[in-house]
């Protein structure tokens, strides 16, 4: 396991910009009612709330790069290559 600096920690913008790997939650649930994975993250709060869903396992994962790119871009501006942020998925189950 590598080293991955925390999203909404203090200082995050700041390792960010030299490059350092950030890790984001990212936490996924399957809606039985309407059909679909989604995926939430407050890490990037207040500037940024992810939520995505998609019909497919494989969709939520291209969401989620999606919003990601997106959060980069509001949350730091524009930035060069060298930002990573590495997605930590962990499942959450719907309460009945």
């Given at each position: 396991m590598r080293f991955?600096?925390?999203v909404g920690f203090i200082g995050w913008k700041f390792f960010a910009r030299l490059?350092?790997?950030l890790r984001v939650r990212v936490f996924v649930m399957y809606d039985d009612?309407?059909?679909?994975?989604?995926?939430?993250?407050d890490?990037?709060?207040?500037?940024?709330?992810?939520t995505v869903e998609s019909d497919t396992w494989?969709?939520?994962f291209k969401e989620i790069r999606i919003a990601l790119e997106e959060a980069e871009e509001i949350?730091?501006?524009?930035?060069?290559?060298k930002v990573r942020l590495d997605p930590?998925?962990?499942?959450?189950?719907q309460l009945s």
């Open positions: 991955a600096y925390p490059g350092l790997p009612e309407a059909k679909v994975f989604v995926a939430t993250s890490d990037f709060l207040p500037e940024f709330g992810l494989d969709g939520i949350c730091l501006g524009k930035t060069d290559d930590v998925l962990r499942p959450i189950h």
